[in-house]
């Protein structure tokens, strides 16, 4: 069982930056690939980034590449989007995701779910 709580999010203008956190626990929570999603209000669950256990393969969604990096710290046993240059098109609830493969996760099919924080970009 794995648990992943997410916090950061908020309310900024759009050029800003904003870094989300997501913590995760569980025995074997270390092993899993880690991932990012995000769903805007009548829209599909969109796939943000992924990064793999040891930190060194990482894959993004088109929209978010360039302005987005994902990352995770071992010790802590949190994983982190550091999201810059924001639009508004990027508002949604954000979520972590965790899953023993990291190509199921890049098609969103994620083993363990967090609650989601919410980001909202204004003009």
């Known amino acids: 069982q794995v648990q992943l709580i997410e916090s950061g999010g908020g309310l900024v203008q759009a050029g800003d930056s904003l870094t989300l956190s997501c913590a995760v626990s569980?025995?074997?929570?270390?092993?899993?690939?880690l991932a990012w999603f995000r769903q805007a209000p009548g829209k599909e669950r969109d796939f943000v980034a992924t990064?793999?256990?040891?930190?060194?393969?990482?894959y993004y969604g088109d929209s978010v590449k360039g302005r987005f990096t994902i990352s995770r710290d071992s010790n802590e046993n949190t994983v982190s989007l550091q999201m810059n240059s924001l639009k508004p098109e990027d508002t949604a609830m954000y979520y972590c995701?965790?899953?023993?493969?990291?190509?199921?996760?890049?098609?969103?099919?994620?083993?363990?779910w967090g609650q989601g924080t919410q980001v909202t970009v204004s003009l």
């Open positions: 990064i793999n256990p040891t930190g060194r393969i990482t």
């Open positions: 569980g025995r074997t929570s270390r092993g899993y690939n």
């Open positions: 995701a965790a899953g023993r493969s990291i190509e199921d996760l890049r098609i969103g099919r994620g083993d363990y």
